[in-house]
């Protein structure tokens, strides 16, 4: 590690001001909102005095952590992507709000309070599937450093030469070289996906699912039952997503290698609809011989329809996009953004050129 790399002639002022304050409402100004919230909320219903306790420590908690992530966050925006200096602040950040949603269950006092006030309801097992998706934080910030290392090396005796390659010896089957591919692209878009697919509705079935257990009636079993299965199914159809999403981001726009990840991906994302769609049809079990039913199937089809359109998107993006990556060298799908604005503004240069050496020759032309 070079320690020359935390030095603050690398950092950019307003870019660790902006950092600051995206942490800042992620980490302090939310979590203190939902605090102020719950009090009213409790405030309203008598809750029990031990409760009301516990969010004065909780938002004891929140402002320690928040204002410490604050701060970590404005080092991490201002130095630049691919230093050591964004990677140690950057893995710090993402190790220590873990530490911070684990304080907050207060040893399982907080468990313990809700089960006597409300429903049992397991916050190990909610922070378990949280800890998941932030252990995938962890990993982006390193794919991020690793990404964007040369371009940060650019310039000095450690920099590598970046292979050429002669695109009419290029085959589509090259596409899936690991050298195309960005490693921070492929987590990020890899822990999205497992968030939406896997741990949100984990989260909504095991908190609906406790809820249940507190109404002792004996109609909900049948529909607690089917929670479960439709559980098993999100698990097992949501991992494949976030595995194929992977390799979806990896792959820079225009590769074959990043269209059949995306591909598959559409498809078993209308499975994933239909089976957490109940294929359409609720029927619960009211009474003896009543039962209440609910058929939307229509309305299901609709949003697979809708859902299946993406397959065309990904078809035109293979098609709109291969020319330019094809122009560009083959290069990651990093820095695109940069490269577009230095092009543009090259063309502006020699359009602005060209006007001014046309005007002095209209004004020298006798």
Same mark, same amino acid.
């Given at each position: 590690?070079?320690?020359?790399? !935390?030095?603050?002639?690398?950092?950019n002022l307003n870019k660790g001001?902006?950092?600051?304050?995206?942490?800042?409402?992620?980490?302090?100004?939310?979590?203190?909102?939902?605090?102020?919230?719950?009090?009213?909320?409790?405030?309203?219903?008598?809750?029990?005095?031990?409760?009301?306790?516990?969010?004065?420590?909780?938002?004891?908690?929140?402002?320690?952590?928040?204002?410490?992530?604050?701060?970590?966050?404005?080092?991490?925006?201002?130095?630049?992507?691919?230093?050591?200096s964004r990677l140690t602040f950057?893995?710090?950040?993402?190790?220590?709000?873990?530490?911070?949603? +684990?304080? /907050?269950?207060?040893?399982?006092?907080?468990?313990?309070?809700?089960?006597?006030?409300?429903?049992?309801?397991?916050?190990?097992?909610? +922070?378990? @599937?949280?800890?998941?998706?932030?252990?995938?934080?962890?990993?982006?910030?390193?794919?991020?450093?690793?990404? %964007?290392?040369?371009?940060?090396?650019?310039?000095?005796? %450690? *920099?590598?030469?970046?292979?050429?390659?002669?695109?009419?010896?290029?085959?589509?089957?090259?596409? +899936?070289?690991?050298?195309?591919?960005?490693?921070?692209?492929? @987590?990020?878009? *890899?822990?999205?996906?497992?968030?939406?697919?896997?741990?949100?509705? @984990?989260?909504?079935? #095991?908190?609906?699912?406790?809820?249940? *257990?507190?109404?002792? @009636?004996?109609? /909900?079993?049948?529909?607690?039952?089917?929670?479960?299965?439709?559980?098993?199914?999100?698990?097992?159809?949501?991992?494949?997503?976030?595995?194929?999403?992977? +390799?979806?981001? !990896?792959?820079?726009?225009?590769?074959?290698?990043?269209?059949?990840?995306?591909?598959?991906?559409?498809? #078993?994302?209308?499975?994933?609809?239909?089976? /957490?769609?109940?294929?359409?049809?609720?029927?619960?079990?009211?009474?003896?011989?009543?039962?209440?039913?609910?058929?939307?199937?229509?309305?299901?089809?609709?949003?697979?329809?809708?859902?299946?359109?993406?397959?065309?998107?990904?078809?035109?993006?293979?098609?709109?996009?291969?020319?330019?990556?094809?122009?560009?060298?083959?290069?990651?799908?990093?820095?695109?953004?940069?490269?577009?604005?230095?092009?543009?503004?090259?063309?502006?240069?020699?359009?602005?050129?060209?006007?001014?050496?046309?005007?002095?020759?209209?004004?020298?032309?006798?």
């Amino acid at each position: 590690m070079n320690v020359g790399e !935390f030095s603050w002639k690398h950092a950019n002022l307003n870019k660790g001001i902006v950092s600051a304050a995206l942490h800042g409402v992620k980490y302090l100004v939310l979590p203190l909102v939902l605090i102020m919230f719950a009090s009213t909320a409790l405030s309203n219903f008598d809750a029990p005095r031990a409760i009301e306790t516990m969010l004065l420590e909780i938002q004891t908690l929140v402002l320690i952590f928040g204002t410490v992530l604050l701060v970590l966050g404005f080092f991490k925006g201002a130095y630049p992507k691919g230093s050591y200096s964004r990677l140690t602040f950057g893995m710090t950040v993402a190790v220590l709000a873990i530490f911070y949603a +684990f304080s /907050l269950l207060l040893d399982g006092r907080l468990e313990e309070e809700l089960a006597d006030a409300m429903f049992e309801l397991d916050l190990y097992l909610l +922070f378990a @599937l949280y800890f998941i998706g932030a252990a995938f934080n962890v990993l982006v910030q390193f794919g991020e450093f690793v990404d %964007h290392r040369r371009s940060w090396m650019e310039g000095t005796e %450690h *920099s590598i030469p970046q292979e050429k390659e002669d695109p009419k010896e290029h085959r589509w089957i090259h596409d +899936f070289r690991i050298r195309y591919g960005s490693l921070f692209n492929g @987590l990020r878009l *890899s822990r999205r996906n497992l968030i939406g697919f896997v741990i949100i509705p @984990l989260v909504f079935v #095991i908190v609906l699912k406790a809820a249940l *257990s507190s109404i002792d @009636l004996e109609q /909900l079993d049948q529909l607690a039952s089917r929670l479960d299965s439709v559980a098993t199914f999100m698990l097992m159809l949501g991992l494949p997503i976030t595995a194929l999403a992977f +390799f979806k981001g !990896f792959y820079p726009k225009g590769s074959v290698s990043r269209f059949l990840p995306a591909l598959g991906m559409v498809l #078993i994302c209308l499975y994933w609809i239909w089976v /957490l769609g109940l294929e359409g049809r609720l029927a619960v079990d009211v009474m003896d011989g009543v039962v209440f039913g609910l058929d939307y199937s229509g309305l299901l089809l609709i949003i697979m329809c809708g859902t299946a359109l993406w397959i065309v998107y990904y078809i035109l993006e293979l098609w709109l996009y291969r020319p330019e990556w094809k122009d560009g060298g083959f290069q990651k799908d990093i820095g695109k953004k940069k490269e577009r604005q230095k092009k543009r503004k090259d063309k502006d240069d020699e359009s602005a050129e060209v006007i001014e050496t046309a005007t002095s020759v209209v004004k020298n032309d006798p």
